[in-house]
């Protein structure tokens, strides 16, 4: 048998720890090379920002801007589902998750992207189901 004090380190040390403090660091970088267009080096801090704490969804977001930028939309929609996946309720990231699933013309997830985002957004989830509708034609 395992006595209970090894299965609790063990346990511990299986857990994740997170580093805010360095995620903080790594994102606010990371937000200057965006800012600068600099989108590689932005995502590298984005990553090395989740490394230290995964579950700020304002960096996930910036990653897939940037990554949309490179018009990697693959990378940018696996972001932006990411911080959807720790708040179901960030329009923004739906926003930019439906669009990024346009670029790729794959209407069907755009489509129930948008429909999400009407819940959350009107104007905008409206907007966009007009934009997939005027370019799914093309």
Known sequence: RIPPILVTSICQSAMPKTDPAAAKRYTAEGVKQLTAGKYNAAITNFEQAIAADPNQKET??????????????????????????????????????????????????????????????????????????????R
């Open 60 to 137: 996930h977001y910036n990653m897939g801007y940037a990554y949309f930028q490179l018009k990697k939309y693959d990378q940018a929609a696996a972001a932006f589902l990411n911080a959807i996946k720790i708040d179901p309720a960030y329009a923004d990231a739906r926003y930019n998750l439906a669009f990024a699933y346009c670029q790729q013309r794959n209407w069907r997830d755009a489509e129930r992207q948008a429909k999400e985002l009407v819940k959350l957004d009107k104007t905008r989830g409206d907007q966009m189901l007009k934009y997939i509708s005027d370019n799914r034609k």
